[in-house]
C-alpha cells in the first residue's frame, strides 16, 4: 500500500493528540518541578506543641524553624527544618509488643540509601531508648527510637543536616529533641 494513499484516508487528530501528550508529560515532570519551586515550610511559633499520639509532644524551644506541610501528618510524624538541618519526628503503632521498631526504622534508612550505626542504649524521660548514627545522602546525624517494653508503640526522632550545617541550627536541633515530652506508660 501507498503511505501517501494511507494518509489521505487516515486523519489523525494531530491537535487533540499533542495535547494529551503535552497534558502528560506536564503531570508527570512540570507538576513535580513546579510543586518543588513553591515555598512548602511554614514558620513555626516558639512554644507551639506538635503531638505525638496520645503518648508524646514535641514544643518548639525556638525561632527559626518551618515545618514541612507536604511532609507531616498531624498526630503522626512531622518535620521541622532550620537551616539545612531536618529533624523528623513519627509516631507509630507497633503490630505487636515484641516487635523491634529500632530494625524497622533501619529498614526504613535503607530504602532511603541510609545506613544506620549501632544502637546505643539512652533514656528519653526516663523510657529505655536507642540511639545511633544516621549517614548517607550527604547527611549526617541520629537516629533515636523510644519504645518502651509492653507497649505497642514507638516515637522516632531523626536528625539530619550536612556535615558542614551551621552549628546555631544543629544547637537548635538538639534543643527541639529535648523539647520531646514522653508520657510514661500507665
Known sequence: MNVSRLRRHVRLPWPGVAAVVVGIAFLTWGWSWIASALPDGEPVRPGTHFPLGDEARVTVPHRGWEMSESDSTADISYRLTRGEVD??????????EDSDAWAGAAALLRLADRTLGPAQPA?????????????????????????PKGDQWSVTTAVLGPPDAAAGDRAAARALVGSLDVKEAP
Do not use: N
Not at 536507642?130 to 549517614?135: C, F
Open 87 to 96: 529533624v523528623i519526628f513519627s509516631y507509630a503503632v507497633l503490630a505487636a
Open 123 to 147: 533514656t528519653v524521660d526516663g523510657l529505655p531508648a536507642r540511639v545511633g548514627r544516621v549517614s548517607g545522602g550527604g547527611d549526617v546525624g541520629t537516629l533515636t527510637v523510644v519504645a
